[in-house]
């Protein structure tokens, strides 16, 4: 039974098309928090032959060079735990923007909007790890080639 408070959803398609664009511009913002999230913890030093300073450079070389075994999975945890700290500050009226898009998307099962939001974010910050470009910190960089 639905609540009587609750509009009746609207045909998914005009869901997303009235709300894709928030849902880009917030899910950029968010993506932001998450990378600052993962800026701010020291690199565990299993690359060292990278000057890694953070976790974010660890992040984004192990989704750009491929899996480490153990490693990776610790990583990919670590990153959707600051996904998921960063969705927990949504505040509720967004939050419900999030549920109709995941509505929209057609996931109903539990709380809809923040395993959406979630699972939107690791992509986004997943797709930033992969577009970032690493070769300044390798050990073998030449800064003064670049000039």
Aim: net charge negative; hydrophobic share 40%.
């Amino acid at each position: 039974m639905t609540d009587p408070d609750t509009p009746p959803i609207a045909d998914p398609e005009v869901v997303v098309a009235l709300l894709g664009d928030w849902e880009r511009a917030r899910l950029r913002e968010l993506r932001r928090k998450v990378i600052h999230r993962l800026s701010r913890m020291p690199a565990s030093g299993m690359f060292s032959e990278y000057r890694y300073e953070s976790l974010w450079g660890e992040y984004a070389h192990d989704v750009q060079n491929g899996d480490h075994e153990d490693f990776s999975l610790m990583l990919h945890d670590m990153a959707e735990d600051a996904c998921e700290a960063v969705a927990e500050t949504v505040p509720p009226h967004e939050m419900r923007l999030f549920d109709r898009l995941a509505e929209a998307c057609g996931e109903t099962e539990g709380m809809a909007g923040i395993s959406y939001l979630v699972g939107r974010l690791k992509e986004e910050v997943s797709s930033a790890a992969a577009a970032r470009n690493l070769d300044r910190y390798a050990d073998d960089y030449r800064w003064y080639e670049n000039l």
